[in-house]
């Protein structure tokens, strides 16, 4: 069974920090490629970044010079810097495993306040 556990969320001020992590289990998490979603209030939900099981890294351009994305394989552990924190940034943040046998985990909330 996959499971995926988002954890790190929380209430922050505009300008501020957080670092979600999210710990994997059921598959091989050293061999695949990972991501973070979010999802807004009324919106889709979203790409905000991946990792490939390299390390190479994409963001979305919200994000970009902002978040980190980042993986610990010897501790099947997904990682999301989040600094410099907008408003905008406010939603549910999950992670993913890439491909065909990807599944969403129960998420994190996060919350900007201006």
């Known amino acids: 069974q996959v499971q995926l556990v988002e954890s790190g969320g929380g209430l922050v001020q505009a300008g501020g920090s957080l670092r979600l992590s999210c710990a994997a289990s059921?598959?091989?998490?050293?061999?695949?490629?990972m991501a973070w979603y979010r999802q807004a209030p009324g919106k889709q939900r979203e790409l905000v970044a991946s990792?490939?099981?390299?390390?190479?890294?994409n963001y979305a351009d919200s994000v970009k010079g902002r978040f980190t994305i980042s993986r610990d394989n010897a501790k099947n552990t997904m990682y999301l810097q989040m600094n410099s924190l907008k408003p905008e940034d406010t939603a549910v943040y999950y992670c993913?495993?890439?491909?065909?046998?990807?599944?969403w985990g129960q998420g994190t909330q996060v919350t900007v306040s201006a």
């Open positions: 990792i490939a099981s390299g390390g190479a890294t």
């Open positions: 059921g598959f091989i998490f050293s061999i695949n490629a």
């Open positions: 993913r495993r890439a491909g065909p046998y990807g599944s």
